[in-house]
């Protein structure tokens, strides 16, 4: 946990990919893991390619296909919960994005969202739909208000965007 009582968000972005910009993304993340996640210590984030995004999900989950987000729940440290590592492939976010009809930005706070629910605990693939309505209810508040509401931590309701069933190693 930094000094400011807040969780250490790590952002990695080794391909320079200009649509996943810690400027523009940290504000908002930090302000969705203080709401849902209040004690936490920490959570690391990697936005990569497919390639990569490929080869971990051959390596953890047996599907050998390139996913858009991939999550890997922490554990209990000294500074709080480390919530653990997430994943994105943003070239699959960019597809994603194109077919849906909204910016690749919107696309990774999807992506964002989701895999801090897995590593929250959450699993659509095992929980008859909790995780999906839970989603949908946070995208309503946290993916429709100006940037700098959304990092205030205020919430208005906006659209629900439909979920699309995301990959997790949890």
């Known amino acids: 946990m930094t000094t400011r009582g807040k969780p250490e968000i790590v952002l990695l972005n080794p391909n320079g990919y200009p ?3 810690a400027r523009r993304l940290r504000p908002w993340l930090e ?3 203080g709401e849902l996640a209040p004690a936490a210590g920490g959570l690391s984030v990697r936005f990569a390619g497919d390639r990569l ?3 971990v999900n051959r390596e953890f989950r047996r599907r050998d296909r390139p996913t ?3 999550s890997f729940p922490g554990e209990d440290c000294v ?4 919530l653990g590592d997430v994943l994105i492939s943003v070239p699959t976010a960019r597809r994603q994005a194109a077919r849906q009809g909204h910016s690749v930005e919107r696309e990774l706070r999807i992506l964002l969202l989701h895999g801090l629910l897995h590593c929250l605990g959450h699993d659509h693939e095992t929980d008859d739909g909790e995780m999906d309505r839970l989603e949908k209810r ?3 508040q ?3 208000a ?3 509401d959304r990092s205030a931590g205020r919430q208005p309701a906006g659209d629900h965007s439909a979920a699309d069933h995301r990959g997790s190693a949890a």
């Open 19 to 21: 649509e996943a910009s």
């Open 31 to 33: 302000a969705l893991v």
């Open 53 to 55: 995004l490929r080869r």
């Open 68 to 70: 858009d987000v991939l």
């Open 79 to 82: 500074d709080g919960p480390y």
């Open 138 to 140: 946070i995208r309503a």
């Open 142 to 144: 946290w993916l429709e």
């Open 146 to 148: 100006p940037v700098a």
